[in-house]
């Protein structure tokens, strides 16, 4: 499967009426904040402030107005404020591809930029924010929801689950010792504008391997290769990987700081590495590794199936720690579980429930031998007590689409209800191509 062709527009999609409604009946404006308007600056400003920013100058807020096509902001205003021109809540939404198996990809409805004014907080803004966007999301045929968090205690309310979580390495150079492959391809530098290209390119290339990761947009790229308008960042270096035949297969963006007590000992981060093959993934990794003047290389966002443990000669130099980082939310059973393929044929009655009732139901997934899944809505009859029946919330149904987490593990923890068989089918069924990822923040 390869993406959706025609594929909505997030910028049309029409406010959701109930949380018009139910912000109206506190005295509060929901609306959507056109692109090209003066009202962008408060939506901007609010942002900011939300995220604990500082003011932007003018030239970094045109960067930023400038990336905003195909976005759907939202804002919430109150009229008796004495800024009513600053929302105060705030949502932005756009449309881009996830990858949910190995050149599986469904359009999802990408959320960013929830605030909420802190003269405003717990009074249900956020809350007519999300289910709004939930709601119209699910109205205009977007499968998916999706998002990633600055606290990882407030979206499971509303049904998203963790699918990816990655890991932060903090590797201790100097004790690593290389021992993975050497490959014959060259390494080069690069100026940040040909990085800019090449981690697009390379995106594009890898990312139908890696479960939870993101088609990305334009602006992405820029800022990564410290290019972001208004706000450049100098210290931001690259290297490109070019293979033997002279194609290139890799790329790394890094910044490094000096240890001004130990000049042999800086530290390196990783601000992002993207390989298409083996070859390009060794390189560029013994390329931090071996990097004279540097004693620590630093990185985050990574898979937690990595092969770099296994290219190292002393596994304890390298300190890894995970967190939940991409979260989804399913809006439509049927065309999400379709759109992956399972490892082994059978079938599964799911019984799922949602506070919000668009994946409510019980639902029939069968898998034929090909690993082809055909999703049935079967409410009713013949449906209450089959013995492959596995209860769930939506939340969790969210987390098991992409394998990252097994069935068995949810239901050890009291997170589903089945029969040990059935959740080890599942464990099988559902095993991903790689562990899911998410290489970047939106
Ligand atoms: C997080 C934030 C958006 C919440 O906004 P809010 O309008 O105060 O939230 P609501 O009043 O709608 O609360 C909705 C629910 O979330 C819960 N909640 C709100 N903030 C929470 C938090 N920080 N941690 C855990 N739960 C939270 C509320 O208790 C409430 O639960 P309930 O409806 O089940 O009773 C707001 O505090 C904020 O803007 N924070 C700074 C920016 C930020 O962290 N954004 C999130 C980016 S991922």
């Known amino acids: 499967m390869t993406a959706t062709p025609s594929r909505t527009s997030a910028p049309d999609v029409p406010l959701d009426p109930r949380s018009k409604q139910a912000l109206a009946d506190r005295g509060l404006e929901y609306r959507i904040v056109p692109i090209d308007g003066d009202e962008l600056d408060g939506y901007r400003n609010a942002v900011g402030r939300g995220f604990l920013g500082e003011r932007s100058t003018p030239e970094v807020a045109q960067g930023w107005r400038d990336s905003l096509g195909g976005s759907r902001l939202v804002g919430v205003h109150d009229p008796q404020g004495a800024e009513p021109g600053v929302p105060v809540g705030t949502v932005n939404a756009w449309v881009m591809d996830v990858t949910v198996d190995a050149d599986s990809f469904l359009p999802m409805w990408s959320i960013s930029a929830v605030t909420v004014s802190s003269t405003h907080r717990r009074r249900g803004i956020a809350r ?13 045929g977007v499968p998916i929801a999706g998002l990633t968090v600055s606290e990882a205690t407030i979206y499971g309310r509303y049904g998203f689950g963790v699918a990816a979580h990655t890991a932060s390495w903090n590797i ?12 014959d391809g060259r390494l080069d530098h690069i100026e940040r504008e040909a990085l800019q290209r090449d981690l697009d390119t390379l995106n594009a290339a890898t990312r139908g ?66 390989a298409d093959g083996t070859d390009a993934y060794a390189a560029l990794w013994r390329y931090v590794l071996e990097h004279d003047l540097i004693g620590t290389v630093t990185t985050s966002l990574r898979a937690l199936d990595e092969p770099l443990r296994w290219m190292i000669a002393d596994q304890r130099a390298l300190t890894v720690t995970e967190r939940d980082h991409h979260w989804l939310r399913i809006l439509d059973v049927a065309r999400c579980l379709q759109a992956r393929r399972y490892r082994v044929p059978g079938s599964v009655t799911f019984s799922v429930s949602d506070a919000l009732g668009m994946a409510e139901g019980t639902w029939r997934l069968e898998v034929d031998a090909a690993g082809s899944g055909v999703v049935e809505k079967v409410d009713g009859a013949g449906s209450a007590g089959a013995d492959d029946q596995v209860s769930l919330g939506i939340s969790e149904l969210s987390s098991l689409l992409l394998g990252g987490v097994t069935a068995s593990t949810l239901l050890a ?29 939106y």
Request: charged letters at 25%.
């Open 209 to 274: 391997s890696r479960p939870g990761d993101i088609e990305g947009w334009s602006r992405l790229w820029v800022e990564l290769a410290g290019l972001t308008p208004g706000k450049p960042d100098p210290k931001v270096r690259a290297v490109r990987y070019t293979d033997a035949q002279g194609e290139m297969r890799g790329v790394l963006a890094y910044t490094v700081s000096e240890n001004e007590a130990d000049f042999t000992r800086s530290t390196l981060h990783v601000v992002a590495a993207l």
């Open 413 to 441: 923890a009291g997170r589903i209800e089945a029969s040990p068989g059935t959740a080890r089918w599942l464990d099988l069924a559902f095993a991903p191509v790689s562990a899911p990822v998410l290489s970047y923040w």
């Open 172 to 183: 201790d150079a100097r004790r690593a010792g290389w021992i993975g492959p050497r490959p």
């Open 128 to 140: 007519a924010l999300l289910e709004g966007e939930l709601r119209a999301a699910h109205e205009a």
